[in-house]
């Protein structure tokens, strides 16, 4: 009896399960392989892109320790450090100041060029000078930024290649300066010709200068940047050595014969101005000033004695209103040095003296001192700069101030006591708050008054106005990036 084997039946499933089996190996492999590459190049973009952020931050940290160095109260001032690195009056072109930040011993602008100054000017600087950086390792042995230039320099329509006055002209040698007064809007001007006559720049308008800064890190990533900045200014200008901005103005006392108020300019820069400025209310407003005068003949000036006048259409557009003088105030307090009391809206509030001003303050150091509330003045105390009160500043004979005193806000003056000190620039008074603290919708009545010699009175001083006003920052204008070529 034979015996049958049943044989198995080839079929092609295992094939076809191999070749599944590897085509999934292979896409799995495609995949890990594309993350490993998508890794990496997520990794080299995040290294780039980190190298270039820290390079961009390093070039900018250059412009801002060129920007703050350029301000008289840094203690890092350029002018301390090298006496007349930053000329006193306008910066002339071909002028170009440079910070370097070496490593070791190398020589910065061998080793990294500024080859963008003569493509803006199409040629090297006729005058420049260098001046170490002060961002250097510190105590904790951090190092500073890793920029290794700064440059500053004048700008011109040239350089900017735009024709900024519309004259079809392109000047390449006139300095660019900012007019805050310029209609319709702050902008650049052309003085004309501001190199040949420095009289022709408007008392409004601060030079333009170019402060660009290049950085290189240590993988070699480079940045290039620049702002366009000008001086931050309140264009604080005074028609008058007391100016009582008010169509109700009133003036009482004044009994010594030392007391006294002059109108002309202690500084001899100026023409020579009322003893006594009020903003209109016409000839009663003004007799009723020169009614308060115990001795007319000591208040001298322009326009007769007793020197009072009408100065309102010579007030600046930034001392006529409340809403104005109010906005002038808080653009103070933003940059002062010091600002006491509980600021705007609470209204002004509490009682300060010369122990709540800067320690800092000096004939060579004024600062600029804002006090929301009553501020008293006794002793020997003498202070420098611009002083803003939002309450009632008074004083006594013995006690002076040379620069500027703003009496914005209630707008009341009284003085106190005979004395031999004196007040040396400028005073203006002004109402522009009613007894809530609330802005009035026009100016109120603006008083000052002295019982007794009132210490030697007030002398007109252009140049302690303008020593009151150094610039508190300067203004960013304008900020770019550059393509370095070396």
């Given at each position: 009896m034979k015996r049958s084997h049943a044989r198995p039946r080839k079929t092609s499933e295992g094939g076809v399960a191999l070749l599944i089996a590897i085509f999934t190996l292979l896409l799995i492999s495609a995949v890990a392989i594309s993350m490993m590459v998508a890794s990496g190049r997520e990794t080299e973009l995040n290294g780039n892109y980190r190298a270039s952020t820290s390079a961009y931050y390093a070039s900018v940290s250059g412009l801002e320790e060129a920007r703050g160095r350029l301000l008289p109260s840094n203690v890092n001032y350029f002018n301390t450090s090298v006496a007349g690195f930053i000329p006193a009056t306008t910066i002339t072109v071909g002028q170009v100041r440079y910070i370097v930040n070496p490593v070791g011993g190398e020589n910065v602008l061998t080793t990294y060029p500024d080859n963008?100054?003569?493509?803006?000017?199409?040629?090297?600087?006729?005058?420049?000078?260098?001046?170490?950086?002060v961002s250097?390792?510190?105590?904790?042995?951090?190092?500073?930024?890793?920029?290794?230039?700064?440059?500053?320099?004048?700008?011109?329509?040239?350089?900017?290649?735009?024709?900024?006055?519309?004259?079809?002209?392109?000047?390449?040698?006139?300095?660019?300066?900012?007019?805050?007064?310029?209609?319709?809007?702050?902008?650049?001007?052309?003085?004309?010709?501001?190199?040949?006559?420095?009289?022709?720049?408007?008392?409004?308008?601060?030079?333009?200068?170019?402060?660009?800064?290049?950085?290189?890190?240590?993988?070699?990533?480079?940045?290039?940047?620049?702002?366009?900045?000008?001086?931050?200014?309140?264009?604080?200008?005074?028609?008058?050595?007391?100016?009582?901005?008010?169509?109700?103005?009133?003036?009482?006392?004044?009994?010594?014969?030392?007391?006294?108020?002059?109108?002309?300019?202690?500084?001899?820069?100026?023409?020579?101005?009322?003893?006594?400025?009020?903003?209109?209310?016409?000839?009663?407003?003004?007799?009723?000033?020169?009614?308060?005068?115990?001795?007319?003949?000591?208040?001298?000036?322009?326009?007769?004695?007793?020197?009072?006048?009408?100065?309102?259409?010579?007030?600046?557009?930034?001392?006529?209103?409340?809403?104005?003088?109010?906005?002038?105030?808080?653009?103070?307090?933003?940059?002062?040095?010091?600002?006491?009391?509980?600021?705007?809206?609470?209204?002004?509030?509490?009682?300060?003296?010369?122990?709540?001003?800067?320690?800092?303050?000096s004939s060579t150091n004024p600062q600029t001192v804002v006090v929301n509330g009553d501020y008293s003045q006794s002793g020997n105390f003498t202070g420098y700069g611009l002083l803003v009160v939002t309450g009632n500043f008074s004083f006594s004979g013995n006690t002076g101030w040379n620069g500027i005193?703003?009496?914005?806000?209630?707008?009341?003056?009284?003085?106190?006591?005979?004395?031999?000190?004196?007040?040396?620039?400028?005073?203006?008074?002004?109402?522009?708050?009613?007894?809530?603290?609330?802005?009035?919708?026009?100016?109120?009545?603006?008083?000052f008054s002295i019982n007794g010699g009132g210490g030697s009175g007030i002398n007109f001083n252009s140049c302690w106005v303008n020593n009151a006003q150094q610039p508190p920052s300067y203004k960013v204008l304008s900020f770019r990036e550059i393509p370095y070529t070396d």
């Open positions: 963008e100054y003569a493509m803006e000017f199409g040629a090297a600087p006729a005058n420049s000078q260098t001046i170490p950086s250097g390792t510190n105590s904790a042995g951090i190092p500073g930024p890793l920029f290794k230039w700064v440059r500053i320099n004048p700008v011109t329509e040239a350089s900017m290649g735009i024709d900024v006055n519309q004259d079809n002209f392109v000047d390449p040698t006139t300095p660019l300066f900012y007019d805050t007064a310029h209609l319709p809007k702050p902008s650049m001007i052309v003085p004309s010709p501001a190199s040949a006559n420095p009289a022709n720049i408007p008392n409004t308008a601060k030079q333009v200068l170019e402060v660009t800064a290049f950085s290189v890190l240590p993988n070699g990533t480079e940045r290039l940047t620049q702002y366009l900045v000008t001086p931050q200014s309140f264009n604080l200008n005074f028609p008058s050595p007391l100016t009582l901005n008010s169509s109700q103005a009133s003036m009482a006392g004044g009994h010594s014969a030392n007391y006294a108020i002059n109108g002309t300019d202690q500084c001899a820069k100026s023409p020579t101005l009322p003893a006594i400025g009020v903003d209109g209310g016409g000839a009663t407003n003004i007799n009723n000033v020169i009614g308060g005068l115990p001795r007319p003949s000591n208040y001298t000036g322009s326009g007769g004695t007793p020197s009072v006048s009408d100065i309102g259409t010579s007030l600046s557009s930034n001392l006529q209103t409340p809403a104005t003088l109010d906005a002038l105030v808080q653009l103070i307090s933003q940059n002062a040095d010091s600002v006491v009391g509980t600021p705007p809206p609470a209204p002004p509030s509490g009682s300060y003296g010369p122990a709540d001003l800067p320690t800092a303050m005193i703003l009496v914005i806000g209630k707008g009341t003056v009284n003085g106190n006591g005979g004395g031999n000190n004196s007040f040396n620039g400028a005073i203006l008074v002004a109402n522009t708050l009613d007894s809530s603290g609330n802005q009035l919708a026009s100016l109120g009545p603006a008083s």
